[in-house]
């Protein structure tokens, strides 16, 4: 019963399964999907001819990968690392369509 008792206050209070505050930890949740789907997005809109966003899609596929990296490091529960394993995912796929599109430095190295 005592989770009825449990006040839900968003989607933060979803992550914090243990019942306890994880602000670094939420932060780099959000980060690593927003970033994730903005690789993931702009790495498959780059497959048109009018569209070059492999610059961007690469970029935040790195961050990404990153921040998703460290949040798995550092996080607390499950339900943290479940987002963080969907947005790794994610912008690992944008980090590899966006290098194969044109790499995150569109052509200045080679």
Request: glycine share 16%.
């Amino acid at each position: 019963m005592a989770q009825a008792a449990r006040s839900s206050r968003g989607f933060a209070s979803r992550l914090n399964t243990d019942g306890k505050a994880h602000p670094v930890q939420n932060t780099f949740v959000a980060a690593t999907v927003l970033l994730g789907a903005v690789a993931f997005v702009t790495a498959l809109i780059t497959e048109r001819e009018w569209a070059n966003l492999h610059l961007l899609a690469s970029w935040a596929g790195m961050a990404g990968i990153l921040t998703g990296g460290w949040g798995q490091f550092i996080s607390a529960t499950t339900a943290e690392r479940f987002l963080l394993v969907l947005g790794l995912g994610a912008a690992a796929v944008g980090l590899f369509l966006g290098i194969a599109y044109g790499g995150p430095f569109g052509g200045l190295l080679g």
